[in-house]
């Protein structure tokens, strides 16, 4: 018998969704539950062009058939997923679980759109009706909802059509004795030639990196000897001088206790694991008003949220942060403190006991 049941995507997605559903896994595991991940396998991963599985509504609805009676005999069944629709398993399982979700349907949908090619916009616009009531379905049957920040609960909550007040909040962790900061007098001097920093999925429409690299050319011509680091996969095209396609690497934790600032352009996040490891590393932030992101940065005070999403606001920030070296030091320490006592694994695992021990209530 599954002690923990947990529905999830395909964990080989990687990015924020596996960070968050990891987190929920050692989570349990340091609590001494044996928890299980079940998803639907991706056709992406394994190579396959022509399978029913490339449409995503019937993957979602082919991989619930065969994962719901896997957990009927679990003792507790959990879904830890970015969006809802990787949880219908659960909602067809008839058996009562928990949900911690990262955004919806439509915030991402909505974030990634402009990027998509005709075919993806098409193939959005077929699988939108069934998902949305997968969504609304997963989110609406389960016993205990929590989001991963209040940017998301509010629209998680009218995806579901559940009162925001039923929802909990369940922050993710960061390692802070592996995310931490440089001494301060060597991240000083490094501001001689500062090194800004993105880390993400470069190529993905949400990520806006196009902002970024549209505000850079003016960023440099003010600091000639700025560099822009780009860790992940990288954006299609030329890139403007002073940048640097650096792809994945084996760890982000050098790059970020290494950079002068971190900034991440999104359109939309739901909660911006990246943001709060860059903010533990010490290093502030600047972001857009994209949501977690934006609340991370608003309530620790380690960094600057953009007005808007314009490249000549992006510069201007990018050149004034670099400018000030008391405010960049308060804000390293304001975002680091701010991520060691909201955001530590300690605190996690006391509010996913508490979140565990109310769904054996409901």
């Known amino acids: 018998m599954t002690d923990l049941a947990v529905v999830g995507p395909d964990p080989r997605f990687g990015g924020g969704g596996s960070a968050q559903v990891e987190a929920f896994l050692a989570g349990a595991r340091e609590l001494g539950r044996s928890p299980e991940l079940l998803s639907a396998a991706h056709p992406t991963f394994d190579g396959t062009r022509l399978t029913v599985d490339r449409v995503e509504a019937l993957r979602q609805l082919r991989g619930a058939r065969r994962l719901a009676p896997r957990l009927k005999g679990a003792t507790s069944v959990w879904v830890a997923s970015p969006i809802a629709t990787h949880g219908l398993a659960a909602a067809r399982s008839g058996r009562r679980y928990g949900c911690w979700l990262g955004t919806t349907l439509d915030e991402e949908w909505a974030a990634r759109a402009p990027g998509l090619d005709p075919v993806r916009r098409f193939a959005q616009r077929v699988n939108a009706p069934f998902l949305r009531t997968v969504e609304r379905r997963v989110i609406r049957e389960a016993a ?23 929802l909990g909040i369940l922050p993710i962790p960061v390692d802070t004795e592996l995310f931490h900061p440089e001494p301060e007098e060597r991240w000083l001097a490094r501001l001689e030639r500062p090194t800004v920093v993105f880390v993400g999925r470069a190529d993905d429409p949400r990520k806006n990196v196009t902002l970024l690299l549209a505000a850079w050319p003016d960023v440099r011509a003010r600091i000639p000897d700025a560099q822009l680091r780009l860790i992940g996969r990288p954006p299609g095209g030329a890139l403007p001088a002073g940048v640097v396609a650096a792809g994945e ?3 982000v934790v050098p790059e970020l206790r290494e950079a002068s600032l971190f900034v991440l352009p999104s359109s939309q996040e739901g909660f911006g694991i990246v943001v ?19 609340e991370l940065v608003r309530e620790s005070g380690g960094g600057t949220v953009l007005a808007d999403f314009e490249p000549e606001t992006l510069a201007d920030t990018l050149v004034g942060a670099l400018g000030d070296r008391r405010r960049l030091s308060e804000q390293r320490a304001h975002g680091r403190s701010y991520i060691e006592i909201h955001h530590s694994p300690a605190r996690f ?12 209530r409901a």
């Open 144 to 166: 205990r909802v929590y989001a991963t920040s209040a940017a998301s609960r509010t629209a998680i909550a009218a995806a579901g059509g559940r009162g925001e007040a039923e």
């Open 349 to 360: 695992r006391m509010e996913l006991a508490a979140a565990f021990a109310e769904l054996d």
């Open 249 to 251: 690497v084996a760890s």
């Open 276 to 294: 709060a490891e860059a903010l533990a590393s010490g290093v502030p932030v600047v972001v857009t008003p994209c949501g977690g992101p934006e």
